[in-house]
């Protein structure tokens, strides 16, 4: 098997594993709302948690589709086209996470170390 042949197989895997991710992560994250309203949580409880999983779900779901994005890029045809439509992806990605995870954890990212250094909560 050539590596060409060998980086796009592993790019379709790697793109169907976060396509999983993201189906599996939005069906296990209904799930656990139904069974947190069964448990008599308030709805809108249950609401904010569902949309910090689906969240979670989005964000590692993205991270598998920007793996297999440079590997189809940069691996199998690497040219100035192929590498601007990665970078154009690779940004929109970026700040869909960043969005992300303010939406869920309610503060950006590099706040994380912060105020674990100031002794506040994770």
Not at 18 to 28: E, I, N, R, S
Not at 52 to 61: K, N
Not at 68 to 97: F, K, M, Y
């Amino acid at each position: 098997m050539q590596i060409d042949q060998f980086a796009v197989a592993a790019g379709h895997v790697v793109e169907l594993v976060g396509v999983v991710v993201l189906v599996a992560g939005a069906a296990l994250a209904c799930g656990v709302f139904m069974l947190r309203l069964l448990r008599q949580t308030t709805f809108e409880a249950a609401y904010q948690e569902l949309r910090a999983d689906l969240g979670r779900a989005i964000l590692l779901g993205l991270e598998f589709l920007v793996i297999a994005d440079i590997i189809c890029a940069v691996a199998v045809e690497p040219t100035l086209q192929n590498l601007g439509v990665l970078a154009v992806i690779v940004a929109i990605r970026t700040l869909l996470s960043f969005a992300l995870e303010l939406e869920v954890s309610g503060r950006w990212p590099w706040q994380r170390g912060r105020d674990r250094a100031s002794g506040g909560n994770p």
